[in-house]
């Protein structure tokens, strides 16, 4: 069998909104040389693409930034999202049973704030589909799968709401040592869980960072961790500890190149803005003059000002409603 997973995240630079760290994780029942993983896309062509606008009607399966921004729709994210998770026997009939079933940690599933609480769990999912719709799409992606000896065997995403987010940002002083956290965390997991089938993990590029060798050898310690390459496009490195191996390649724009980034990406993309659509939903009821946001820094901090005098009023720490950055 070959395991072969990725990592991305949603929300790094907003100033406002969660941060959301995902993964997702495919067994692939024949054997492949580790740095040469079979496209996905490719074996599960009947049922899936890489563009939005597919006359065949199949699944989107690509960076999130391609098939969504926040003047267009989530269909195309809904639609990949739901219909994997689908695969595996989730089906979330709201946001709060979605974020259960993706729970990276109780944290993460958890809503800790006020504006990100729904007393129905709404929205309601599927949000843009029909079920008969979602069944008919699952269908063909099972069958797609099946025929391709590939699965879907784990999916999960870390929510960093604000509050949790500045707490960890003080301790360490960094952005990127906060998100860092998380995708370790889902590089840990990987190891434990499928260390034995050397699993490829392919981790979208951590900022401008190029070295990861001693961020991987503290993490993994005491297996051994070695370096295939590090250069400006990607850096690989080998975890190796007795019968157990793992590569872990981190790569610039790898949500495009790589199908397990790519849907990490989508469900990280698809979790945080539904969460953002609850805090639009709060602000509307409370400042429905006020033009909503998604929290981008420069929209972000015109929302702040425009909703300042009810911050107090409304008994709201701002150290758990604006990020640092």
Not at 119 to 139: A, I, R, W, Y
Not at 171 to 190: D, P
Not at 202 to 208: T, Y
Not at 271 to 281: G, I, P, W, Y
């Amino acid at each position: 069998m070959f395991v072969y997973a990725g990592i991305d995240e949603a929300g790094y630079g907003p100033l406002i909104g969660p941060l959301v760290v995902a993964r997702s994780v495919f067994a692939l029942e024949r054997q492949v040389p580790f740095l040469e993983p079979p496209s996905l896309w490719g074996l599960l062509s009947s049922a899936v693409c890489k563009r939005a606008s597919d006359r065949k009607g199949r699944l989107a399966i690509n960076d999130s930034k391609a098939l969504y921004s926040p003047a267009w729709s989530l269909r195309s994210l809904e639609r990949g999202v739901l219909s994997f998770l689908s695969t595996s026997g989730i089906g979330p009939r709201n946001l709060d049973d979605l974020l259960e079933a993706l729970a990276y940690d109780p944290l993460s599933s958890t809503i800790m704030n006020e504006w990100y609480d729904d007393p129905d769990g709404k929205p309601h999912l599927p949000l843009f589909l029909s079920h008969t719709q979602l069944v008919s799409l699952n269908e063909k992606l099972q069958r797609a799968m099946k025929n391709a000896s590939v699965r879907l065997a784990d999916i999960n995403t870390a929510v960093v709401f604000e509050d949790r987010f500045n707490q960890m940002v003080k301790i360490s002083r960094s952005k990127a040592a906060c998100a860092w956290a998380f995708v370790s965390g889902h590089i840990h997991h990987i190891w434990q869980k499928y260390g034995e089938y050397h699993p490829l993990v392919v981790v979208d590029r951590q900022g401008g960072r190029k070295a990861y060798w001693a961020l991987l050898g503290s993490l993994l310690s005491p297996a051994a961790v070695s370096i295939l390459q590090e250069n400006s496009a990607q850096s690989l490195y080998r975890v190796s500890d007795g019968s157990r191996e793992m590569h872990v390649l981190v790569q610039v724009e790898s949500e495009r190149r790589h199908f397990p980034v790519a849907l990490a990406s989508m469900a990280a993309k698809y979790v945080r803005e539904l969460l953002m659509s609850r805090f639009q939903s709060f602000w509307l009821l409370h400042a429905p003059q006020v033009r909503p946001t998604f929290g981008y820094f420069a929209d972000g901090r015109r929302f702040l000002r425009e909703i300042e005098p009810l911050i107090s009023d409304l008994n709201i720490d701002p150290a758990a409603f604006v990020r640092r950055c």
